[in-house]
């Protein structure tokens, strides 16, 4: 220890030229306490990974007001891919090395193959925020997400849609004139699945040929369009012909009732109608195009 301190009192007077034995020695202590403080590896937060991915969901849920889809998205994510592999650890354990690890593994193991390299890239960014969290929340000196590398897309730019006849096809295929309808409505308006399931009457307008957009429903519950925004989408003939039918039913026509209603008059089970149309699909022999592609089909 003296040899120490006598050497760093030679290297404070070497830098200084004419230090006095006072300042030399402060500098001694100061780089005796560099040398003792804890680096970033010595932190402890007491936390889990699973700790900081439930803060996270609170986080979006409560704070930032993500839609339910969304944070429903986001928990069976973290429950399939990130909990298995991270949960247990202790937040300062999941170094870049772990990840690096974890992301080798998904390039290799079977299971992992195949997600998309998209959905890879999804659940990196996931992290990415959860431990953006936990650096403000639990002290952790740095992201160790920051610095992964991403896996490399490729985007052919085609996408998939029906032709007029296949729609039509699909019309004819549904199980009952409410899930027809909705096929349709979704091909010729544009509407996504959420947007269909919480249209009200008071949205339709006949006489304008007019369908305004004000809501969304999905994990039980109305929230606002995926834009956040009010918007009218021209309402074609066809449509027009289809909706009106479903306006003679005997129950929930009201102005405030549901277009596509079920038994009760609540919204249409989302996942429920996405299993039809795949069952629709099926017996019209058609491509197995996502419910998401009646959109892209209004887009062409």
Known sequence: AEDWLRNALEETRWAAGHSTTQQAQSRGV???????????????????????????????????????????????????????MFGSMALEAVTVREIERWRSRMSGAREARELSNKTKNNLLVLMHAIFRRAVKLYG???????????????????????????????????????????????????????????LRWRDVDFAGSTIRVRASYAAGRITTPKSGKVRAVPMAGDVASALARLGRRERFTGEDEFV?????????????????????????????LRFHDLRHTFGT
């Open 30 to 84: 100061a780089l005796g306490e560099a040398r003792l403080a804890p680096g970033p590896e010595t932190v402890r937060t007491g936390a889990t990974f699973a700790d900081a991915a439930a803060e996270y969901l609170r986080f979006a849920e409560e704070d930032r007001g993500c839609k339910p889809s969304t944070v429903r998205g986001y928990r069976s994510a973290i429950g399939a891919h990130l909990l298995p």
């Open 140 to 198: 952790l000196p740095a992201n160790p997400v920051a610095n992964i590398d991403r896996f490399r897309v490729r985007s052919s730019g085609d996408i998939q849609v029906f032709s007029p006849e296949e729609i039509w096809a699909l019309v004819r295929a549904a199980a009952s004139e409410i899930d027809a309808a909705i096929f349709l409505t979704a091909a010729f308006t544009g509407l996504r699945r959420g947007e269909l399931l919480a």
């Open 260 to 288: 596509f209603a079920g038994e009760v008059g609540l919204p249409l089970d989302g996942d429920a109608l996405s299993s039809r149309y795949r069952d629709a699909l099926a017996r019209a022999g058609l491509r197995p």
